[in-house]
């Protein structure tokens, strides 16, 4: 293995910016199937109040 952390890399709920650096702000329950986590990048997640990201304009 190399030296350097793997860190993931996903697109913010928000701005849908790919970032090196994702917060999680919520997570999507199914009632069928898998649910999902949803991720802000670190200026998002700043004002992003629990539960907004699920009823955004984007999802």
């Excluded at 649910?35 to 004002?47: H, K, L, M, R, S």
């Amino acid at each position: 293995m190399n030296d350097h952390e793997h860190r993931p890399v996903r697109m913010c709920v928000w701005c849908e910016v790919m970032t090196r650096e994702p917060v999680l702000v919520a997570e999507v329950h199914q009632g069928t199937g898998p649910g999902f986590n949803v991720y802000a990048c670190p200026q998002c997640a700043e004002w992003t109040k629990p539960d907004e990201a699920t009823s955004g304009p984007v999802l």
